[in-house]
Structures are given as structure tokens and as C-alpha cells.
């Protein structure tokens, strides 16, 4: 499914309008691209209204349900709803804060604003309220605060304010990412946030046939089971890979206890050259991976082994595209990584996007001026870059 339609149209204004505020994850343009898939797969109308750093504010005339849509992202942090527009800031929010909690206790938080926070528990106190204020630091505070609801969490933001709705579950996120029977951490593994968003990128059904070739422990394969994808193909070369991925499965249907019964996954043992032979032509919606992304570096490698390094995977990569322009369906899509390399503190890129488009694909860029973007924290020694393309 293409993702070239306008995002930023209303498609009914007619109908009521609702303001809501993301707080996006560290890699904000990743995030942005993530939610505006998301919003496209689902037929979501919004209108950006305002974007800055890691703040994203959407007009929309038919939005879901914000607990549900953040069981679906993994690169947003909240979600926020619009209480107005502050004229005056301590008054307004402590009127509010007063009608929304009417009794008992007033706990709440209000994120970077902590002198007016102060003020706030003032004012409340000036008319008879007991009022706790919580300085927010993370969002563990919120969580275990429980503030979304019992309390209230407030984002101010382009002088409106927006109270918090939903909140991305660290608990869950750690515990599918250390809690997971089947771990490799000596290949590295793909973070569960990662695997969502890619399969978000993807902007496939949950009826879709998606494919990871190289599987891992299987972070793409349980992320889309999460996700309630239905088709589900992994495999890897490795029968280690394929042994920790069946684990994780069981585990992960266990754990959050998974009830689809019209669930399929086939995960197998397969080198990416003989994929074709395991998957008939044209049988795959979507291929969603990250390969094999060369030996693990510690820094003190030699600008010529990491180019060395970089050739093979290059060639990799590209008989791995080979096979995808057999097996995907006209019009199928890959979400893909392809690793960068620091080396003192340069990049070693793999720059295979001619040879790409050559077997038999188009670009589909992750936003409209960014045909990748970049996926790194300070101090790794591999970067990951996440492409799209479209077989043609």
C-alpha cells in the first residue's frame, strides 16, 4: 500500500474537530513517520497543526480511541487531549483541575513547568483543595503516580494545554525486550519499539502476509502478533534463530495472552538464497526486516575491515532483494535496514539504492523529504538506516 496521498487534509471538516498533542520518542522524525502510517492505514483525517522538536499537535475529525492507538505505536511516548487555550495559566489550570477531580485529593503533574505547578497546588489550596504536586521527571513517575487515572498529567504546549490520555507502557516494552525466553545478545537484537514502528511503516492489514527473512529470536515475528496480524512468515539460517523465535512465540501468546484464533505463522530454517524455494512467487505482502548486520564491532576496528565488512553485506543485501522481487506481490513492500558504521567518528555507508531500484523496485521514502531516516544513540558503533521501496 502506497502512503503518497496528502496527510494533512481534512477530508470532512463538517464534522467536530478534536485537538490532541504526541509527545514523540527520541527519534522524532521516525515517530512522525510511524503516526502518519498509522493514521493512513486506518483512514485517520488529520491536520498537523503545529510540530516542533518532539512535539507533534493534529486536528482530527474521527480520532481513535487513545489508549488503543498507543497499543499500536511504538514511537510515541503520550497522547494528549486539548482541555483550551490558557489566558491565564495558574487560574485556568486550577479551575480546571478542580472540575475534573471534584473530590478527594488533587494529584497532578505538569511536564517542564515546575514553578507553575507550585502555584497551582497554591491557588487549589487557597480554595480548600487538599493538592499534591508531582514533578514529573519520566514517565515511570506518571505511570506509577497513576495520574492518568486518578490524577491528572498536563502538557502545555504552544499555550494550550493538554491533559494526558495515554502513555506508552515502559513495563511492557522492558519486558518484551529482557523478559523474552530466546535472547542472542551477542548478534544484537532489534528493540521491540523498533520492530513496531517498522511494522507500522509497512502500512499493511492485519490480513497482510508479511515475511521476516531474517528473523532473529523473532522481535518482528511477536511485535505483529501483538499487533494482531493474522500471516506471519519467519525464517533465518540459523536453527538457534528459528529455536529462540518458537520460544518467544509460545512466550509471547502466554504472557499477553493471545487469543486469534485464525492466527498462521510459519517460521522455518532457510538461508536467504533458498528463500524462493520455501515461498512460492508473489506470495508476500510485505517483507519487514533487519538483516544480518555484520560482526559486532568494539571501536578499535580498521577502516579497511569495516569497508571489507561493508562490501559482503552489500552483496547480501542485494541477492536478499533479488528474492523479494519474486516472492512479493505486484506492488508489495520492504521495510529494510541498512547499517551504517562509525568509524572514528566518520560514517562507512552501504550505498546499494541504484542496485535496488535496478531488480526491480521504487522508493517509497518513510516521509516526503527523507527517503530514510536514521536510527542511532550516541556511543554505538552501528547506526540503522530504515528504508522503504515498493516492488514495481
Known amino acids: 500500500m502506497s ?46 497543526t503545529y510540530q516542533k522538536d518532539n512535539k507533534l499537535v493534529v486536528a482530527s475529525t474521527n480520532f481513535p480511541d487513545p489508549q488503543n492507538l ?40 505538569i511536564n ?58 515502559i513495563d511492557d516494552f522492558s519486558k518484551r525486550d529482557f523478559g523474552r525466553p530466546g535472547r542472542d545478545e551477542e548478534s544484537g537484537m532489534l528493540p521491540p519499539k523498533l520492530a513496531m514502528m517498522m511494522i507500522n511503516l509497512a502500512t499493511q492489514k492485519e490480513n497482510a502476509v508479511i515475511l521476516d527473512p531474517f528473523c532473529g529470536s523473532g522481535t518482528i515475528v511477536t511485535e505483529a502478533i501483538l499487533m494482531g496480524y493474522n500471516n506471519i512468515i519467519g525464517s ?34 532457510s538461508d536467504i538464497f533458498d528463500i524462493t524455494k520455501k515461498i512460492n512467487n508473489s506470495a508476500i505482502d510485505a517483507v519487514i526486516a533487519e ?10 576496528e580498521s577502516r579497511i575491515m569495516i569497508e571489507k565488512q561493508a562490501a559482503e553485506l552489500k552483496n547480501l543485501y542485494l541477492i536478499a532483494f533479488s528474492k523479494f522481487a519474486k516472492i512479493l506481490k505486484p506492488g508489495g513492500i520492504v521495510v529494510f535496514i541498512i547499517p551504517r558504521f562509525n568509524c572514528s567518528n566518520q560514517w562507512i555507508k552501504i550505498d546499494c539504492e541504484n542496485e535496488i531500484l535496478k531488480l526491480g523496485f521504487k522508493n517509497e521514502p518513510i516521509l516526503s523529504e527523507h527517503k530514510q531516516l536514521f536510527y542511532w544513540r550516541p556511543g554505538q558503533h552501528v547506526g540503522r538506516e530504515i528504508w522503504r521501496f515498493k516492488k514495481s
Not at 70 to 83: A, D, N, P, W
Not at 157 to 168: E, S
Open 3 to 48: 502512503t503518497s496521498p496528502a496527510f494533512n487534509q481534512l477530508t470532512n471538516p463538517k464534522k467536530i474537530t478534536n485537538t490532541w498533542l504526541f509527545i514523540l520518542g527520541r527519534e522524532s522524525l521516525l515517530s512522525l513517520a510511524e503516526i502518519k502510517a498509522a493514521f493512513l492505514l486506518n483512514n485517520i483525517n488529520f491536520k498537523i
Open 70 to 109: 498507543m497499543k499500536r505505536l511504538g514511537g510515541t511516548i503520550k497522547i494528549c487531549e486539548l482541555i483550551g487555550r490558557l489566558e491565564n495559566s495558574k487560574t485556568d489550570l486550577a479551575d480546571y483541575l478542580n472540575k475534573k477531580i471534584p473530590t478527594g485529593k488533587i494529584e497532578f503533574s
Open 112 to 169: 517542564g513547568f515546575n514553578a507553575l505547578g507550585i502555584e497551582i497546588k497554591k491557588k487549589l489550596k487557597q480554595t480548600g483543595r487538599s493538592a499534591r504536586y508531582i514533578e514529573a521527571k519520566n514517565t515511570a513517575t506518571i505511570i506509577y503516580n497513576k495520574l492518568i487515572k486518578g490524577g491528572a498529567d498536563i502538557e502545555i504546549c504552544d499555550n494550550q494545554a493538554f491533559i494526558t490520555k495515554a502513555i506508552q507502557s
Open 236 to 269: 533465518d539460517l540459523s536453527k538457534a534463530a528459528i529455536d529462540d523465535t518458537n520460544k518467544n512465540i509460545e512466550w509471547i501468546k502466554n504472557i499477553f495472552k493471545i487469543k486469534n484464533h485464525h492466527l498462521n505463522i510459519n517460521v522455518f530454517e
Open 291 to 300: 538483516p544480518y548486520l555484520g560482526k559486532p564491532l568494539r571501536g578499535n
